[in-house]
């Protein structure tokens, strides 16, 4: 099983990015997927959560209407398109595949600079 994110970086307040995690060695179409933050010293957070056919989303209060979960079954790929990007926003971006079994990616870094 492999979730590898990728798309993050540095980008100015206002910006934005485009996150992606390609899954594989599991049913892909068969799992919620979500996305996870966590900033330097603090939890990880849940950001956004898709459901395994892409019929329901939800999101956490303080990236509505910036941030859009999708995700594409036949690359088996989940993305967080992020816009209008704060400083708090800032943290190591994860996904999570959720299923009969839970697994992680590695995380990719959002660095959001003022």
């Known amino acids: 099983v492999q979730l590898v994110e990728s798309g993050g970086g540095l980008v100015q307040v206002g910006g934005s990015l485009r996150l992606s995690c390609a899954a594989s060695?599991?049913?892909?179409?068969?799992?919620?997927m979500s996305w996870y933050r966590q900033a330097p010293r603090k939890v990880r957070d849940l950001v956004a959560t898709i459901t395994a056919t892409g019929g329901g989303t939800y999101y956490v209060d303080s990236v509505k209407g910036r941030f859009t979960i999708s995700r594409d079954n036949a690359k088996n790929t989940v993305y967080l398109q992020m816009n209008s990007l704060k400083p708090e926003d800032t943290a190591v971006y994860y996904c999570k595949a959720v299923g009969t079994s839970d697994y992680w990616g590695q995380g990719t870094q959002v660095t959001v600079s003022s």
């Open positions: 060695g599991f049913t892909f179409s068969s799992y919620g």
